[in-house]
């Protein structure tokens, strides 16, 4: 029974990690019109999480929306034919 409870626990605690290239990146955890997300970002690279879940029509304004916080949190421009991903996550390249 204890071991039922642990990973229910586990992954609650998790959250929303990083790519493998963005563990050492500076974190941001914004809201953009009521969902939240994380931005981890370095100096030249970018990865945006969407937290929670998503209805099948919010996609497109979902992705819209993460692409518009790339500036807003980094600063930076985003290389437009760098980003890869969909409303889940998605990566790319950013010019400071």
């Known amino acids: 029974m204890k071991t039922r409870l642990l990973l229910p626990l586990i992954l609650a605690a998790c959250g929303a990690s990083p790519a493998p290239e963005f563990f050492h990146a500076t974190r941001a955890d914004v809201t953009q019109n009521g969902r939240n997300y994380t931005v981890f970002y370095t100096e ?53």
């Open 44 to 96: 030249k690279r970018v990865e945006v999480i969407r937290l929670g879940y998503a209805t099948r029509g919010e996609h497109q304004g979902i992705r819209a929306d993460m692409i518009a916080l790339i500036p807003q949190v980094t600063g930076c421009k985003l290389a437009e034919s760098t980003l890869h991903g969909d409303s889940g996550e998605m990566r790319g390249s950013i010019r400071c």
